[in-house]
């Protein structure tokens, strides 16, 4: 194993937590990002976990288990992450979305630290759309599997990162479209001399490269039940070799236009022609889907298509022939063929990691001065991908609405003090629900948790003032604190009732991932 040139520290690296592919990269000494291959000498890490009788696989090893055993495997937890009600159950055992991530995470530390030393510090990407609950949850995986989150950043802002840095782009205004395994994002990225400046953003934490899959195995399984009168889709293992069969087929048809896929059940074999043409016209209304909203967001960013030097592609499922079509089509320019698409996201993560590391404690010295200085000046500002308020019953109306205390795309950090009053005479306690979106209906928003405001001084009249100060920080996590007016006292500060583990929860979760061998 290599020495770290951190000692004690370890090196702190930027990781691509994708829902198909996971990849970690480091900076070298010249300030460039490099990816780091796996034990099977790989740069991309399937992120699939199955449990065998005697231990945990990961990557590709962990694909073929899963065929095998799709009962004892987990694919695409990425699109679980700050689902609570998510867990899944195996010798005994109960995982959450964080930590079947958290053996992915594992995985890729381990193998990298046989070439590059110890690692102790990371920056883990996370879509533009994750919200509150996501980023934590993502947050706390990267906690139970040992490391220190140094930043959670969006991962078009990684890629403009990447992109920006390694080919000395000019200033200007581009559009980093984001379609991965199961996430899409768009957002606009302003390069101002250092800084990086996000000006829009949105998307679909639930649109992705599988969605595209799914289309190719319902038509395949639709072709095989009309010849055989079976569906593969009612046996676990046969369609667990039925998604296999579609994503090569997909990959397969971004080369050529047609290509031909065998499908077996309970002894019939089936040999599908599949084309191109066939393939896109399933899944035309989920590309249609994208470009609503990238069209949606220009518009917010206030940035027309003339307006963009840029197009930018990140993510695999951006190497489909109709994505290049569709960006080439609406953006009237041609779209960055050169863009690494799989790689730009973590290459972006090691980058801030540096940055971060420098503007922590300084310690880079496997930097060179140069190199250092280069990074040391780089800004790169966020915004936030969803509107944030409070449920708060209207004086004049007597009705309960949405206050939006910080709008979508708002750059962040940010921070806003609002002063509220009590609604009744001795009212010694107000609870303050916390939503995401900006409807004015309540009912119409998400609900992030509650902060209960107890310990007013009995004996005020009604109207007494509550002082509320709502923040949103760079990781885009929320916060919120509660002041009695009246005394200048804090008197609230935690959101309760929010998705995720508790502290507890993480470090006990953090104590038995150290115990577990992952391969």
């Not at 990684?158 to 920006?164: D, I, R």
């Not at 840095?165 to 606009?188: H, N, Q």
């Not at 390069?191 to 400046?197: D, L, P, Q, S, Y």
């Not at 917010?300 to 030097?309: D, N, P």
Request: glycine share 10%; aromatic share 6%; charged share 25%.
């Amino acid at each position: 194993m290599g020495k770290s040139p951190q000692g004690e520290e370890g090196r702190a690296v930027g990781i691509d937590l994708g829902t198909t592919l996971s990849k970690l990269a480091y900076v070298d000494t010249s300030g460039k990002p490099v990816l780091v291959p796996n034990a099977e000498g790989e740069l991309l890490t399937p992120s699939v976990v199955a449990f065998t009788k005697t231990g945990v696989l990961v990557g590709r090893d962990a694909q073929r288990e899963a065929l095998g055993n799709p009962s004892r495997a987990v694919w695409h937890v990425k699109r679980q992450m700050g689902n609570p009600k998510w867990r899944f159950k195996v010798d005994g055992e109960t995982y959450t979305p964080e930590g079947i991530s958290a053996l992915i995470l594992k995985k890729v530390k381990q193998d990298a630290e046989v070439h590059i030393g110890p690692i102790r510090r990371a920056v883990i990407t996370v879509p533009a759309y994750f919200d509150d609950a996501r980023r934590k949850a993502t947050e706390d995986a990267g906690a139970i599997a040992g490391l220190e989150v140094l930043d959670i950043v969006n991962e078009p802002t990684a890629s403009a990162l990447a992109y920006g840095l390694a080919r000395s782009v000019e200033d200007g205004v581009s559009l980093v479209y984001d379609l991965g395994g199961g996430t899409f994002d768009v957002t606009v990225i302003e390069k101002r001399g250092n800084e990086f400046i996000t000006l829009a953003t949105d998307g679909d934490v639930q649109l992705g490269g599988k969605d595209w899959d799914e289309r190719v195995v319902n038509l395949l399984a639709d072709k095989f039940r009309k010849e055989f009168s079976e569906d593969p889709r009612e046996d676990p293992q046969a369609l667990a070799y039925l998604w296999v069969s579609a994503e090569d087929a997909k990959k397969t048809l971004s080369r050529r236009d047609s290509t031909k896929v065998p499908v077996s059940y309970k002894g019939h074999w089936g040999n599908y022609d599949l084309t191109r043409d066939e393939f896109q016209a399933v899944s035309e209304d989920l590309l249609a889907m994208t470009q609503l909203t990238t069209e949606m967001v220009l518009e917010e960013a206030g940035v027309t298509w003339s307006g963009l030097a840029k197009v930018i592609p990140t993510g695999g499922s951006t190497r489909m022939p109709a994505v290049q079509k569709l960006l080439e089509k609406m953006s009237g320019k041609p779209v960055q063929a050169d863009v690494p698409v799989d790689e730009t996201v973590a290459q972006g993560a090691a980058i801030h990691a540096a940055i971060c590391s420098l503007r922590g404690e300084g310690r880079m010295t496997e930097l060179s001065a140069e190199a250092a200085a280069r990074l040391g000046k780089i800004r790169t500002v966020d915004v936030s991908a969803h509107a944030m308020g409070l449920i708060i019953k209207d004086n004049r109306t007597l009705q309960y609405r949405n206050d939006v205390l910080i709008p979508k795309n708002t750059r962040l950090p940010s921070s806003i003090t609002k002063t509220y009053q009590t609604s009744n005479d001795g009212q010694q306690k107000i609870i303050l629900q916390v939503v995401q979106g900006d409807a004015p209906d309540p009912a119409a928003n998400i609900t992030v948790g509650t902060l209960e405001v107890t310990g007013l001084p009995a004996g005020r009249p009604a109207g007494a003032h509550v002082k509320v100060t709502y923040s949103y920080d760079r990781k885009g996590r929320i916060h919120i604190t509660a002041e009695d007016q009246d005394a200048g006292k804090v008197i609230a500060t935690e959101i309760t009732g929010r998705a995720g583990l508790r502290a507890d929860e993480v470090a006990e979760a953090a104590r038995r991932m150290s115990l577990k061998s992952v391969e």
